[in-house]
């Protein structure tokens, strides 16, 4: 009996020095279990509420996974950057489940001072060749089943024409 327990530990001990040797390249889970990368795309950007010294700033965005098993994420943390401006963070208030082979909708809320940001910066705003303004979401989304971050990151660029309005900025 002695000897099977052995056997066993030697067993154990292999196998764990063999996957710890095995996740030293590994970064992120994606690498980790050859799964394809999810990509995340933005639907819609709006503003929720206008308030004289903050604004939310509405992200709906869509994360497609194409790998044929779902994925829960149990924590995600965004940034949000226009016009080169950094407007802050948003988080998951409750986990996500992305579906096997298909896109998930994933609604992200800045709390920010745009009317400071924008009305104070006009003058130096960079504004695309389309008259829209630069944005970028870039962040990382932690898989619960494997407790490995996934990047993710997405650039666009929204009409100006859409936000001045709601905020007054051009009457």
Not at 87 to 94: D, E, I, K, N, Q
Not at 141 to 152: E, I, Q, T, Y
Request: net charge negative.
């Amino acid at each position: 009996m002695k000897e099977l327990i052995s056997r066993r530990r030697v067993f154990e001990l292999g196998a764990g020095a063999t996957l710890t040797v095995s996740l030293i390249g590994c970064e992120t889970a994606t690498d980790l279990l050859n799964l394809a990368q999810p990509t995340m795309r933005v639907q819609d950007i709006a503003l929720k509420s206008v308030g004289l010294n903050q604004q939310t700033v509405g992200i709906d965005t869509a994360i497609n996974n194409p790998n044929p098993l779902s994925l829960l994420i149990n924590q995600l943390a965004m940034n949000f950057n226009l016009a080169g401006k950094d407007l802050g963070t948003a988080t998951l208030g409750s986990p996500v489940e992305l579906g096997a082979n298909r896109e998930t909708s994933v609604g992200l809320d800045y709390s920010t001072n745009l009317i400071e940001l924008l009305g104070n910066g006009l003058s130096d705003l960079q504004v695309s060749g389309t008259g829209g303004i630069p944005y970028e979401l870039a962040g990382n989304a932690n898989l619960s089943r494997f407790n490995l971050p996934v990047p993710l990151k997405y650039q666009g660029s929204v009409n100006l024409n859409d936000l001045a309005p709601m905020l007054g900025i051009f009457g």
